[in-house]
C-alpha cells in the first residue's frame, strides 16, 4: 500500500504517539492526582447512554449538587468529595465491569447510583467481593430484598435507597381503593389489563398488581410481557381492547415505551384509566406526549420547591423527579459517615442502619433485614399524580394534593369511542 | 374478530412499509456495489432528525420534511461514497467486502457519536403528521398511518420507474449485472455507486422521517432497526425494489399478528425461524437473483 520509506515514517509517528500517550497517561495518574488524604472519592454509576439516559443524566446532576453543597460545607469529615462517574449503558454486563473498575482501578471509597433492577441485580455477587459499600439509588425489584435477607453476611454492603416493587405497586392499588371507597370514581367495569415490561422491575409491579387488585374485586383480563425499551404496542392493545377494561396498567422505564403507550392507547380508541409507570417520572414524558398523557396516573414524589429552584438554576433542562434521587443518595451517605465518624465500611454500614437520615424526600431507614429504606408516612412515602393539559400534580394524599382529579369518566358513563 | 385481524392488518403493512424503505436502499446498495451498509441505521436516525428539525423550524407540512430529508441524506451519501467508499474499492479491488463492512462500520460509529453530540441524548418526536383518525366500525386508523401507507407505496412505484424507465436507471441496472462490462460500454461505475450510496442511504432517511409520528427518536435508533433492514434483505432478495417490499410487509405483518397471538418475546422467534427457513430454501431470497 505504500512505498517502503514512507511505511517506516509511519510506523515511527504511530509508535511514538502511543509511547507518549501512555507514558503521559501513567505520570498522570501517578503524579498528578490529589493526594488520597484530602479527598473521599465515590463512585457514581448511571445509564448515560442508552434508552434511559435522560433519568441517567438527571441522576448525575443530583449528585453533582450534592457534592457541591456538601463541599461548600467542608466536604465530610473534612474531606472534599470527588465524583467518579460510570456509565452502566443500562447493560449488566457493563455494569459488572464499571463496579470492578471503579473499586480496583479507580479506587473508590463508596459507590451509588443505579436505575434499573435487571441491570444492577447481577452486580450483587461481584460487590460480595469487596469491602465497598454500594447504596442503589433506583433498583427496586423485591429480588435484591430476597437475596440479601437471605445471605445478610454476603451482600452486607449493598443498600437501596428506593421502595421496592411491591411497595410501588400496591400504592397505587391504595389509591385506587380508596378512590373508589370514598365514591370519587365508579368504573364501568372492573376488568384490568396489565402490560408488564421484561425486566425484573416490570414483572414485579405487574405481579404485585396481578395478586392484590383481585382482592379488591378486580378482575386481570390480560397480562401482556413486553420488551424493555418496546415503543410499538398496537398488536398489544388491539389484543386488550377486546376486554374492554377499565383500568390498563402498564409498568415500562423508558420514556419512549411510555409515550408510544398512551398515544396508542387514545389511538385506539381505548378508553381506560391508564397507569404507564416508572416511564412518566421523567419531564420529557409529558413534553413528547401532550394531550395523549392526559388522565394518566403515576406515582410521584414530593420534593421540596426550594431546591427545586436551586436545581433548576444549577441545571436547567434537569429533571427534579429523576435528580433528587442522586441527590439525597449522596446526602445519606454523607449522614452516615458523619455519624459514624470514620471512612471505615463497616462503620459506615453500622451508622447506615441504626441512624434514620434525612434526605429530600423524607426519612430514610434501612431495614435491617432487607437494607432498603421502608414505607410510611413517617420515613418516605410517594403521591398520585396525574397528568392534564401538560401539567403533573399531586392529588393524593390530601398532605400533597395541589389539585383535584380531573378524569372524565366517573360514573358508569360509557366513553364515547 | 374481523375488525381486530383487519386492524392489526392495517398496522402491519404501515409498520412493514417502514421496513420495505428502509431495507430496500440497503437491498439497493448490496445489489450494485456488493456491499453491506452498517451504516444504514445511522441514516436513518440521521433522516428523521433532519425531518424532525424542519418541522419544528421550517414548516408543519410532513412532505416537505420529508423532502429535505431526503435530499441532504442523498447529498451526504455521495459525499462519504466519493470521499471514503471509492478509494477502498480502488485500493482493495474484488476484495472490499470486509474493508467495507469495517468503513461502514465506522460510518455508523462516528455518525452516531456526532448526533449523541449534537442532538444529546434525549428523545424527539413529532407528536403526530396528520391529528385525524379514521374510524369506520370498530376499525380505527391514524391518518398518520395512512399517509405512511401510501407514501410507501409511491415511493415504490417511483423507484421502479427510474429503475426500468430511464437512462441511469438502466446504468444502475448494467453495473448491478456486470461492472466490467458496463464500464465497457461507457458507463461511468463510480459515478453510478456514488447516486446508488446516495439513494440507498435516502431511503433510509425517508423511512427515518416516516418514523417520526410513531416512534421518538435519540441517536441509537439506526442501530436498534439494522436488524430489520438486514432482515428485509434476506427475506426479498438483494437488488430487488419488488423484494423488499413484500420483505417489509411480510416483516410487518409477522410482528402484528405472532404478537397479537403470541407475544412479542416468541414472536421474535417465529422472525428467525423464518428467516432460516428463507435462507435454506431460497439463500438469494424471495426474489433474489442467483449470483452469476
Not at chain 1, 498522570?28 to 434508552?51: D, H, N, T
Not at chain 2, 418541522?55 to 451526504?76: K, M, V
Not at chain 2, 470521499?83 to 455508523?108: A, C, H, N, Q, Y
Not at chain 2, 412479542?264 to 428467516?275: D, E, M, P, T
Request: hydrophobic share 50%; with cysteine; net charge neutral.
Amino acid at each position: 500500500m505504500f512505498k517502503k520509506g514512507l511505511s517506516k515514517v509511519y510506523i515511527a509517528i504511530v509508535a511514538i504517539v502511543v509511547i507518549v500517550a501512555v507514558v503521559g497517561s501513567v505520570a498522570y495518574y501517578i503524579w498528578f492526582q490529589k493526594p488520597r488524604v484530602e479527598i473521599v472519592r465515590i463512585g457514581v454509576v448511571a445509564p448515560l447512554s442508552g434508552p434511559v439516559a435522560a433519568q441517567g443524566k438527571y441522576l448525575k446532576q443530583g449528585f453533582e449538587l450534592a457534592a457541591e453543597d456538601l463541599n461548600a460545607k467542608g466536604g465530610i469529615l473534612g474531606r472534599k468529595i470527588e465524583l467518579v462517574f460510570g456509565d452502566d449503558q443500562t447493560k449488566p454486563d457493563v455494569a459488572i465491569s464499571l463496579i470492578e473498575r471503579l473499586i480496583t482501578v479507580d479506587k473508590v471509597d463508596f459507590i451509588c447510583g443505579g436505575t434499573s433492577s435487571s441491570t444492577y441485580l447481577p452486580t450483587m455477587d461481584v460487590i460480595a467481593k469487596y469491602n465497598v459499600i454500594v447504596l442503589l439509588s433506583i433498583p427496586a425489584s423485591s429480588s435484591f430484598d430476597v437475596r440479601i435477607k437471605e445471605n445478610p453476611e454476603k451482600y452486607k454492603n449493598i443498600f437501596l435507597q428506593d421502595l421496592n416493587d411491591t411497595v410501588w405497586g400496591s400504592f397505587e392499588i391504595l389509591w385506587l381503593s380508596n378512590t373508589i371507597k370514598e365514591g370519587k370514581w365508579h368504573p364501568r367495569n372492573m376488568k384490568v389489563a396489565l402490560i408488564a415490561e421484561d425486566t425484573d422491575w416490570g414483572r414485579g409491579v405487574c405481579d404485585t398488581w396481578n395478586e392484590m387488585i383481585r382482592k379488591h374485586g378486580f378482575e386481570v383480563v390480560a397480562y401482556e410481557v413486553v420488551d424493555y425499551g418496546q415503543v410499538d404496542f398496537y398488536s398489544v392493545l388491539t389484543k386488550i381492547k377486546q376486554y374492554n377494561p377499565a383500568i390498563i396498567k402498564a409498568e415500562l422505564t423508558g420514556v419512549a415505551s411510555g409515550v408510544a403507550l398512551v398515544k396508542q392507547v387514545k389511538e385506539l380508541g381505548i378508553n381506560a384509566l391508564l397507569f404507564p409507570g416508572y416511564s412518566a417520572e421523567v419531564h420529557e414524558f409529558e413534553e413528547l406526549a401532550g394531550a395523549y398523557a392526559d388522565y394518566a396516573i403515576y406515582y410521584g414524589y414530593p420534593v421540596p420547591k426550594k431546591w427545586v429552584d436551586q436545581l433548576l438554576k444549577r441545571f436547567p433542562d434537569s429533571d427534579p423527579t429523576a435528580a433528587f434521587w442522586g441527590y439525597d443518595s449522596l446526602i445519606i451517605l454523607a449522614d452516615a459517615i458523619e455519624k459514624a465518624g470514620s471512612f471505615d465500611t463497616d462503620k459506615v454500614r453500622e451508622a447506615l442502619l441504626k441512624y434514620p437520615h434525612k434526605g429530600l424526600w423524607g426519612t430514610y431507614v434501612f431495614d435491617p433485614q432487607t437494607h432498603r429504606a421502608i414505607w410510611g408516612e413517617e420515613y418516605v412515602t410517594p403521591g398520585a399524580v396525574e397528568f392534564y393539559q401538560g401539567k403533573r400534580y399531586f392529588i393524593w394524599p390530601e398532605r400533597l394534593k395541589e389539585g383535584e382529579w380531573t378524569y372524565p369518566y366517573h360514573d358508569f358513563i360509557q366513553p364515547p369511542s | 374478530m374481523f375488525e381486530q385481524i383487519f386492524s392489526l392488518f392495517l398496522y402491519g403493512i404501515a409498520l412493514g412499509g417502514i421496513y420495505a424503505l428502509f431495507g430496500a436502499g440497503l437491498s439497493l446498495i448490496y445489489g450494485v456495489q456488493d456491499l453491506a451498509n452498517f451504516a444504514q441505521g445511522s441514516f436513518l436516525m440521521l433522516g428523521a432528525y433532519i425531518a424532525y428539525f424542519t418541522i419544528n423550524l421550517l414548516t408543519h407540512e410532513p412532505l416537505t420534511a420529508i423532502l429535505i430529508s431526503f435530499l441532504l441524506i442523498f447529498a451526504l451519501g455521495i459525499i462519504i461514497d466519493i470521499l471514503l467508499l471509492d478509494r477502498i474499492r480502488k485500493t482493495s479491488g474484488e476484495r472490499w467486502l470486509v474493508p467495507g463492512f469495517i468503513v461502514t462500520t465506522g460510518v455508523m460509529l462516528i455518525l452516531d457519536q456526532l448526533a449523541f453530540l449534537g442532538f444529546g441524548g434525549q428523545y424527539r418526536n413529532v407528536r403526530e403528521f396528520y391529528p385525524m383518525i379514521l374510524s369506520i366500525g370498530g376499525i380505527r386508523i391514524t391518518f398518520d398511518r395512512i399517509f405512511i401507507l401510501i407514501f410507501t407505496l409511491c415511493v415504490f412505484i417511483a423507484l421502479e420507474v427510474f429503475i426500468y424507465k430511464t437512462k441511469l436507471g438502466r446504468a444502475i441496472r448494467a453495473v448491478a449485472l456486470n461492472r466490467d462490462a458496463a464500464n465497457l460500454m461507457g458507463i461511468n461505475v463510480s459515478r453510478i455507486y456514488a447516486i446508488t450510496f446516495g439513494l440507498g442511504v435516502g431511503l433510509a432517511a425517508i423511512a427515518g422521517s416516516l418514523i417520526l409520528p410513531i416512534f421518538s427518536i435519540y441517536h441509537k435508533i439506526g442501530d436498534e432497526t439494522l436488524t430489520s433492514a438486514f432482515s428485509v434483505v434476506i427475506l426479498g432478495g438483494c437488488g430487488s425494489m419488488v423484494g423488499a417490499l413484500i420483505g417489509g410487509l411480510i416483516l410487518g405483518l409477522l410482528e402484528a399478528f405472532t404478537t397479537y397471538y403470541i407475544g412479542s418475546g416468541l414472536a421474535k422467534i417465529f422472525f428467525f425461524l423464518l428467516i432460516i427457513i428463507v435462507l435454506m430454501i431460497r439463500p438469494t431470497g424471495i426474489f433474489g437473483r442467483r449470483p452469476a
